[in-house]
């Protein structure tokens, strides 16, 4: 029998285990992180900067240490003086009917030349077209024969005369015959001023009619071409393309403007007043005119009233049917008394009375009490309490007031 195979197991020898050393380390590593996290707190609390010192106030006024943050804020702009302008007003140009002329054949006939061409320069009496015409042949013959028929009547008359001197006719020939001299030199009148309103003269021999600028200036249109057929009618005509006049000659250096005022601006409104005109062809250009005349009486379908302008324009970049906007300025000296004009977002209102804050001095903002008006186009008149040139608060104001009245 094997013995060692029944003999007992011995049992292991239980041994106590040391203490734990991590745990030890862990507490002693949690009390240096708080320590740290501590330090770092300190540190950063001595990193922050100091709160800036609040503004100080004086009755109406604020004033803020220099670089303080809510400077930042807040925005400046001058109040400028009031011109009181009609703006942003449509207007329409056209030519100046005082230096214009349109102008139609008084004959009817073929063109046979056309002498003249846009843009050019023409005197009064300078040809444009010349016109084959049978009328104006017509009138030529007729002041021809006339002529020849007074010659005739006053050798009529003279021999009349002369034989009733020497008993050799009656008194009834002589009478007869003057009767014939005056008949002949009304018809010889007649038709001498016939041809000169064609512009004709005893001289030409042909029935070509040379159609004449009768003004001087520059050839603005042209609707004409060698042969065409033009009557004397066409300005009676309903067609637009009949009614076109054959030559326009005008002076495009002082066109007239046509402005539609709204009822509610004519208050404002007056002859001779300054003209500021804008075309969106030149947006850097300003043109300057002046109001010649207003309409007595309002269009009764737009409820406006009609106002004629003159503008000037001595380069001559403006165009006839050229829309522009127009700014309509008062008097100059009924501008001095009209106060000043700033941006609207400039005054606010407390209990009914309108307020601004007016920069004194850098830093230094004085609340005011204004007298305003009527608000237009972002901007609103001041009446009283403002003068032209102060600098005053538009953006920003809303604080200012809550740093001098939080209660309102």
């Known amino acids: 029998m094997n013995l060692t195979a029944i003999a007992p197991r011995k049992k292991p020898m239980n041994r106590r285990k040391p203490a734990s050393l991590p745990v030890a380390t862990g507490v002693f590593r949690s009390l240096a992180l708080s320590g740290l996290l501590a330090l770092g707190a300190c540190a950063r609390k001595s990193a922050l900067p100091p709160e800036p010192p609040a503004p100080r106030i004086d009755g109406e006024k604020i004033v803020f240490p220099a670089q303080a943050p809510q400077l930042a804020s807040l925005t400046v702009e001058p109040a400028t003086a009031r011109k009181l302008a009609i703006t942003h007003a449509t207007g329409r140009l056209y030519w100046n009917d005082d230096t214009t002329v349109r102008i139609f054949t008084p004959v009817a006939g073929r063109v046979a030349s056309v002498q003249a061409d846009i843009g050019q320069v023409v005197t009064a009496g300078t040809p444009l077209a010349a016109i084959s015409s049978p009328d104006f042949g017509q009138a030529l013959a007729d002041a021809r024969t006339a002529a020849g028929n007074l010659a005739s009547a006053e050798k009529a008359y003279r021999r009349a005369r002369d034989l009733l001197a020497n008993d050799a006719a009656a008194q009834k020939d002589v009478e007869a015959a003057e009767a014939a001299d005056v008949a002949a030199t009304a018809e010889r009148d007649r038709a001498q001023a016939r041809l000169a309103l064609y512009g004709g003269s005893g001289s030409e021999t042909d029935e070509l009619y040379l159609l004449r600028s009768p003004l001087a200036g520059i050839v603005v249109e042209k609707n004409i071409n060698p042969g065409q057929e033009v009557r004397a009618d066409q300005m009676l005509a309903n067609a637009t393309n009949l009614f076109a006049p054959l030559f326009v000659v005008g002076d495009p250096r002082r066109l007239w403007l046509q402005l539609d005022i709204a009822e509610s601006d004519l208050e404002s ?30 269009d009764p379908a737009t409820r406006t009233v009609k106002v004629r302008g003159v503008v000037e324009n001595p380069d001559q970049l403006l165009k006839a049917e050229m829309y522009v906007s127009v700014d309509v300025v008062r008097d100059e000296t009924a501008v001095a008394g009209a106060g000043v004009e700033i941006s609207s977002k400039a005054i606010f209102t407390v209990d009914s009375q309108d307020y601004v804050f007016v920069e004194s001095a850098p830093g230094e903002f004085q609340r005011r009490k204004v007298t305003a008006g009527t608000e237009k186009d972002s901007k609103t008149p001041v009446v009283s309490g403002l003068a032209t040139g102060e600098q005053v608060v538009t953006e920003g104001g809303l604080l200012l007031q809550a740093i001098l009245d939080p209660a309102n």
């Open 269 to 298: 409104l007056s002859q001779g007043q300054k003209l500021l005109v804008h075309a969106k062809a030149f947006p850097e250009k300003v043109f300057s005119g002046v109001v010649d005349r207003i309409s007595p009486e309002m």
